[in-house]
């Protein structure tokens, strides 16, 4: 599973980093993620505002810190 966490390094990027490693950790899933701070690479996935979440390449949180109850229900759907 790839996933990456788009976003400058705001506290709000970081809290989703944060409640994405929780996540992973109580389902049990091995995973690393990439932090994409490049603007430019930002942009590529097509969103106005961060932090965002992908997972293998699909955009599934933008403009929010998504919990980590809505992040598990986000990762089950891969696994």
Do not use: H
């Not at 976003?7 to 929780?22: D, S, W």
């Not at 992973?24 to 430019?40: F, H």
């Not at 599934?60 to 992040?71: H, L, N, P, W």
Request: net charge negative; hydrophobic share 40%; charged share 30%.
């Amino acid at each position: 599973m790839e996933i990456k966490i788009l976003g400058k390094g705001c506290p709000k990027c970081k809290a989703l980093e944060q409640n994405t490693r929780e996540a992973l950790k109580e389902l049990g899933i091995t995973a690393d993620i990439e932090k994409v701070q490049d603007i430019n690479k930002i942009l590529e996935y097509d969103i106005m505002f961060t932090p965002g979440l992908v997972v293998n390449g699909e955009v599934k949180v933008a403009g929010k810190v998504a919990s980590k109850d809505e992040i598990k229900e986000i990762l089950q759907q891969y696994v």
